[in-house]
């Protein structure tokens, strides 16, 4: 079991990095050639071992992260696709997943404002002020808020 | 983990939701640890981390403070 399971979670990553979107349990079965149920359990253990997370009571992937299932207020797009990602954390985790530069469109918390970054050439660069980023890449400034300590990541994980 | 314009707005909202504040890192800060922690997540070797390797990566990223201690 412990061979297949981590190919399922290789599975569900490279479907996410192609398609943009989590494998359902039935096409990760039908890749495998195994059956649903058993897909699901391994769906199960790998949600359990938090290689990735699965919406309450279903079989439905919510997150691996650094990639969303559903909309978010942070896209993220590489090589032409337009990805989710879960938190402002990890909508530079998928650059840094795909080892690709991005265009991301995110928005401030409180403040609602809309803004586009870049990763380009390994460094963050934010266009916001009129298109020229400052010499530093214009993105020193701004902020990311971690609101609870490591050891409290994974008690409500859609919340941290 | 959200993104804010500034340290103000991160009151305000911590204000609102009724929450303590909790760590700030700059953009470019999490960019750094970004590259760390998810670098070989896309590996078909990749199968989760220890405990000591979390405190690694955050130790390489400058985050040295209790709030980044992966045990309590």
């Known amino acids: 079991m412990v061979d297949i399971l981590w190919q399922v979670r290789a599975f569900v990553y490279s479907h996410f990095a192609d398609t943009t979107r989590p494998p359902s349990v039935e096409e990760t079965a039908a890749h495998f050639n195994i059956k649903t149920e058993e897909a699901g359990e391994l769906y199960k253990e790998l949600n359990n071992r938090h290689s990735f997370f699965l919406e309450p009571e279903t079989l439905t992937i919510r997150m691996a992260n650094p990639f969303s299932g559903i909309p978010t207020d942070f896209k993220v797009h590489v090589n032409g696709k337009t990805y989710f990602a879960n938190c402002a954390w990890d909508m530079l985790g998928i650059p840094a997943a795909l080892h690709s530069d991005a265009v991301i469109d995110a928005i401030f918390t409180e403040s609602n404002e809309s803004i586009q970054l870049e990763v380009k050439d390994g460094k963050v660069i934010n266009y916001a002020q009129g298109g020229v980023p400052a010499e530093d890449g214009g993105s020193s400034s701004l902020l990311i808020h971690f609101p609870l300590p490591f050891t409290r990541w994974y008690d409500d994980l859609v919340f941290t | ?72």
């Open chain 2, 1 to 72: 983990m959200l993104l804010f314009r500034s340290e103000e707005w991160i009151e305000k909202w911590c204000k609102r939701n009724h929450l303590e504040r909790g760590e700030i890192l700059t953009i470019n800060q999490v960019w750094e640890l970004s590259k760390l922690w998810y670098h070989n997540r896309m590996s078909v070797d990749y199968h989760g981390r220890s405990m000591e390797q979390v405190a690694e990566i955050f130790r390489k990223a400058g985050l040295t403070s209790k709030f980044w201690y992966p045990r309590s």
